[in-house]
C-alpha cells in the first residue's frame, strides 16, 4: 500500500512541476453540497482535488457539521476547452454533535470542467459522485452528490516573464 502511495504522489507532483496553470480555486453554488474547493492544476492529466462542503458551524457547540472530501482526479478527455475527468477519494462528514458520529468512507467523482470564457483560467464545473460512509457503529451512508460551479486556475509565470 505504501508503494502505490509513494508511487501515485511522485506522479502527482511530477505533475504540478510541469503544469502550464497554477491551482485553481473552486466555488459550487449550487448541488446538493455547497462549499468551497482546491484544485492543484488545470493543464495536466492527473490532479488533486480538495472540498469541503456542506459547513454548519454553530454557536452551539453540540451542534454543527462538515463534509470534506479529496480526491484523485483523472483527466481522460483533455480537450482545449473541456476537461472530463473521474476520480477516486476519501471522504469525512463530521458531526459536531454529541450523538452524531463521525462518518469515513469512499467517493468517486465523475465530472466535468468547461472553459467557455475568453480568459481560458476561468471555467464552469459540473460533478457527480456515488459515494459510500460508514460510523465505527456499523451505521452507513451512500448517495449521489452533484455540484456545479465556478473555477478559477491561477496563471503560473513562465521563465521569460521572470526576468
Do not use: C
Not at 492543484?40 to 463534509?67: E, H, Q, Y
Not at 476520480?87 to 465523475?110: C, M, S
Not at 451505521?139 to 496563471?155: D, E, H, K, Q, S
Amino acid at each position: 500500500m505504501r508503494i502505490v502511495f509513494i508511487l501515485f504522489l511522485s506522479m502527482l507532483l511530477h505533475s504540478l512541476v510541469y503544469a502550464q496553470t497554477g491551482p485553481g480555486i473552486a466555488i459550487y453554488p449550487t448541488g446538493t453540497e455547497t462549499g468551497i474547493g482546491y484544485r492543484s492544476a488545470k493543464d495536466t492529466r492527473w490532479a488533486l482535488d480538495a472540498r469541503i462542503t456542506k459547513t454548519n458551524i454553530s454557536n452551539d457547540a453540540k451542534t454543527g457539521s462538515m463534509v470534506n472530501e479529496i480526491s484523485i482526479v483523472y483527466r481522460i478527455m483533455y480537450l482545449e476547452k473541456v476537461r472530463f475527468h473521474i476520480g477516486l477519494g476519501g471522504r469525512a462528514d463530521w458531526n459536531f454533535d454529541v450523538k452524531e458520529q463521525h462518518k469515513y468512507g469512499i467517493v468517486t467523482p465523475v465530472g466535468v470542467e468547461a472553459f467557455p470564457f475568453p480568459f481560458q483560467n476561468a471555467g464552469l464545473f459540473f460533478e457527480a459522485a456515488p459515494f459510500y460512509t460508514a460510523s465505527h457503529e456499523g451505521i452507513w451512508n451512500g448517495g449521489l452528490r452533484t455540484v456545479a460551479g465556478f473555477i478559477f486556475y491561477i496563471p503560473k509565470k513562465t521563465k521569460h516573464e521572470k526576468n
